[in-house]
């Protein structure tokens, strides 16, 4: 009897245990990522479903856990819904981070799971120096039209940085004429050259600009130096010399005569003619409402767009508030063919998955309503990765209509 009761405290015991973690993986954050690019870190996870409170970040020098917590340091606060912390360390090195919730008394709970909420490698800053300190700077731009292309001539102050080249039909005078403009090229150089098959007869502006301040939003246009004022256009003339059609000689041989001889008896009707309608008997309509009934409902909800919850806020910030721009914009506007057409641009200037994902993400939803389901179903599976939840459905809604073309 006494042997019994030790086992039932031990069981009791375990089960009090359980309910209590339990109860705290309630408000565990999942799939926390994090992505560099000097000099700022960025963390992005999933929300507890059942937790409504504010989640801190923190930083540190060694993993965290229960011992090392008490030295990590307070990043920041995100509300509920963001999803998404930007942290930029004060000097070089490798950070790990942990996004912690708290209880009703407001004491963060200490709790922390590998991949979950807490970061398992460290990921390395090796600059803190802001953008504009290393960033080249564009000069010079100059374009020159040809005959068959306009060649652009850069010279920036640094031959170490990547510099993005634009193409656009309007004067650029911001952030916002870059959403309109094709990216043509990515260089690196201090003197570069470049070859643009323009289309002939359509004039041009050209721009330039370190492919990091792109990123970060931070772009400054100067007329003359990384912007033009005045358009460029390859002469109609010229082009028209270029393609123009050359005579060509007689055949060597006639083109196959193709001969369609229906074989139809002397009464048969015409194949225009569409057969007589006529009412099914009791059996056969029986057995079509059986098969009917028992086929599978290929017909999906009515979809609409749909945008996640870190591209509701407002932002001017890089690609994060290209983003923005243009799935407020276009995309719930249903202006399907601009938003595919923007988002491949911007996909040019993104580095890290996440961003990728969102990307492929809106696209597949742009793709999807303006009918390229094909298209569409790539563009998801390539966000399911890191949108799984929110991308699996599209895909099926995809998949359905495809088979219902």
Same mark, same amino acid.
């Given at each position: 009897?006494?042997?019994?009761?030790?086992?039932?405290?031990?069981?009791?015991?375990?089960?009090?245990?359980?309910?209590?973690?339990?109860?705290?993986?309630?408000?565990?954050?999942?799939?926390?990522?994090?992505?560099?690019?000097?000099?700022?870190?960025?963390?992005?996870?999933?929300?507890?479903?059942?937790?409504?409170?504010?989640?801190?970040?923190?930083?540190?020098?060694?993993?965290?856990?229960?011992?090392?917590?008490?030295?990590?340091?307070?990043?920041?606060?995100?509300?509920?819904?963001?999803?998404?912390?930007?942290?930029?360390?004060?000097?070089?090195?490798?950070?790990?981070?942990?996004?912690?919730?708290?209880?009703?008394?407001?004491?963060?709970?200490?709790?922390?799971?590998?991949?979950? /909420? +807490?970061?398992?490698?460290? #990921? @390395? %800053?090796?600059?803190? !120096?802001?953008?504009?300190?290393? *960033?080249?700077?564009? &000069?010079?731009?100059?374009?020159?039209?040809?005959?068959?292309?306009?060649?652009?001539?850069?010279?920036?102050?640094?031959?170490?940085?990547?510099?993005?080249?634009?193409?656009?039909?309007?004067?650029?005078?911001?952030?916002?004429?870059?959403?309109?403009?094709?990216?043509?090229?990515?260089?690196?150089?201090?003197?570069?050259?470049?070859?643009?098959?323009?289309?002939?007869?359509?004039?041009?502006?050209?721009?330039?600009?370190?492919?990091?301040?792109?990123?970060?939003?931070?772009?400054?246009?100067?007329?003359?130096? /990384? +912007?033009?004022?005045?358009? #460029? @256009? %390859?002469?109609?003339? !010229?082009?028209?010399?270029?393609? *123009?059609?050359?005579? &060509?000689?007689?055949?060597?041989?006639?083109?196959?005569?193709?001969?369609?001889?229906?074989?139809?008896?002397?009464?048969?009707?015409?194949?225009?003619?569409?057969?007589?309608?006529?009412?099914?008997?009791?059996?056969?309509?029986?057995?079509?409402?059986?098969?009917?009934?028992?086929?599978?409902?290929?017909?999906?909800?009515?979809?609409?767009?749909?945008?996640?919850?870190?591209?509701?806020?407002?932002?001017?910030?890089?690609?994060?508030?290209?983003?923005?721009?243009?799935?407020?914009?276009?995309?719930?506007?249903?202006?399907?063919?601009?938003?595919?057409?923007?988002?491949?641009?911007?996909?040019?200037?993104?580095?890290?998955?996440?961003?990728?994902?969102?990307?492929?993400?809106?696209?597949?939803?742009?793709?999807?309503?303006?009918?390229?389901?094909?298209?569409?179903?790539?563009?998801?599976?390539?966000?399911?990765?890191?949108?799984?939840?929110?991308?699996?459905?599209?895909?099926?809604?995809?998949?359905?209509?495809?088979?219902?073309?």
């Amino acid at each position: 009897m006494k042997r019994w009761k030790i086992g039932s405290t031990i069981v009791i015991i375990l089960l009090l245990a359980s309910a209590s973690l339990l109860a705290d993986e309630s408000v565990f954050v999942t799939g926390i990522r994090i992505a560099t690019r000097d000099p700022e870190v960025r963390i992005t996870w999933r929300d507890a479903p059942s937790y409504d409170g504010t989640y801190r970040i923190y930083r540190h020098t060694a993993a965290i856990d229960r011992e090392s917590f008490s030295d990590a340091v307070f990043a920041g606060t995100v509300e509920p819904g963001i999803e998404a912390f930007v942290d930029r360390p004060p000097t070089p090195g490798f950070y790990y981070y942990a996004v912690v919730a708290h209880d009703a008394d407001d004491t963060p709970v200490t709790e922390f799971i590998t991949f979950q /909420n +807490v970061s398992s490698q460290p #990921v @390395e %800053i090796t600059s803190t !120096a802001s953008l504009e300190q290393i *960033a080249a700077e564009v &000069t010079s731009i100059t374009a020159t039209p040809g005959t068959n292309a306009i060649t652009i001539n850069l010279v920036a102050t640094r031959a170490d940085r990547e510099i993005v080249v634009y193409r656009s039909i309007q004067p650029f005078h911001g952030l916002e004429g870059l959403q309109e403009a094709t990216r043509i090229a990515t260089v690196t150089g201090a003197r570069v050259e470049i070859r643009d098959d323009a289309i002939p007869g359509v004039p041009y502006y050209y721009a330039a600009f370190d492919a990091a301040l792109v990123a970060a939003g931070s772009i400054a246009p100067v007329a003359g130096r /990384n +912007v033009l004022t005045e358009s #460029v @256009e %390859i002469p109609l003339p !010229a082009a028209a010399a270029r393609v *123009a059609p050359q005579p &060509t000689g007689p055949r060597d041989r006639p083109l196959p005569l193709l001969r369609i001889t229906p074989s139809l008896s002397a009464d048969a009707r015409s194949l225009s003619t569409l057969p007589e309608r006529r009412e099914l008997d009791r059996v056969t309509l029986a057995a079509v409402r059986s098969l009917l009934a028992s086929a599978p409902d290929l017909r999906q909800p009515d979809r609409s767009p749909e945008i996640l919850e870190i591209d509701r806020i407002s932002t001017n910030q890089g690609i994060d508030g290209a983003i923005h721009s243009i799935v407020t914009g276009p995309l719930a506007n249903g202006r399907w063919d601009e938003t595919a057409e923007l988002l491949r641009n911007v996909r040019e200037a993104a580095f890290d998955f996440e961003t990728q994902a969102r990307i492929a993400f809106y696209r597949g939803q742009a793709l999807f309503f303006a009918g390229n389901t094909r298209e569409a179903f790539f563009e998801f599976l390539t966000a399911e990765e890191a949108l799984r939840e929110r991308a699996t459905p599209w895909i099926k809604a995809t998949l359905s209509e495809s088979a219902i073309d």
